[in-house]
Structures are given as C-alpha cells and as structure tokens.
Nanobody
C-alpha cells in the first residue's frame, strides 16, 4: 500500500495560482493511477483530475479543464496539481488518492487504495 501526504494549500486571491503536491511512500508508486479530489463545506467530494501510471493520459473535471494541470514525477514519488486562474468556487479541501484503476479514480468510484489527509485551498474574491 502507498501512504500519501498533501501540501501546498493556502489562501490566494481570485485569479491567482497554487501548486499542490502529494508525496507518496512505497516502492510501487509508479504502478498506481493518481487523482485529485476536493470537498467544499456542505458538498460531496468531487473528482478534479487524474493521471495514469505512465503519465501519458490525464483527465479533468469540466470545471477545471484549461485551468488545472496534473503531473507526476515517479522518480520523486510525487504527483502535482498546478492550479491557475483560481476562482472562489475552487475553495475546498483537496485530497489526493491512489488506486490501481484509473477508471475508478476518474469516475470517483471508490473505495480507493489510499487517500491523503487533505490540504485546504481558499480563494478569496
């Protein structure tokens, strides 16, 4: 199993940028599909972006397409979420997840192999 720790959240003004990181422990990191999810107060957790093990395919929710970019560095056991042109509605706790199935991650059909503890992103208007 892989353990995940997110970082990089914070407070930013609308239109600004943040880069989230998700550091994984475990020698089999490169075998997992990785995803970012978010949960705003009073709302269900929603899919944001995913990347498969080979980094050749990425997937995005319509709400973030063109603004967010997911990437991974298997040598560093880390997955990133670059968030640009942030909007107040992007405010949420962001979680990374790992699973053997990219389909399960993209369709948000858990349970997944691992979840991180989450990092808060707050976008002020």
């Amino acid at each position: 199993q892989v353990q995940l720790v997110e970082s990089g959240g914070g407070l930013v003004q609308a239109g600004g940028s943040l880069r989230l990181s998700c550091a994984a422990s475990g020698r089999t990191f490169s075998s997992y599909a990785m995803g970012w999810f978010r949960q705003a107060p009073g709302k269900e957790r929603e899919f944001v972006a995913a990347i498969n093990w080979s980094t050749s395919s990425t997937y995005y929710a319509d709400s973030v397409k063109g603004r967010f970019t997911i990437s991974r560095d298997n040598a560093k056991n880390t997955v990133y979420l670059q968030m640009n042109s942030l909007l107040p509605e992007d405010t949420a706790v962001y979680y990374c997840a790992a699973d053997v199935s990219i389909l399960r991650v993209v369709t948000n059909k858990g349970p997944f192999t691992s979840w991180g503890q989450g990092t808060q992103v707050t976008v002020s208007s």
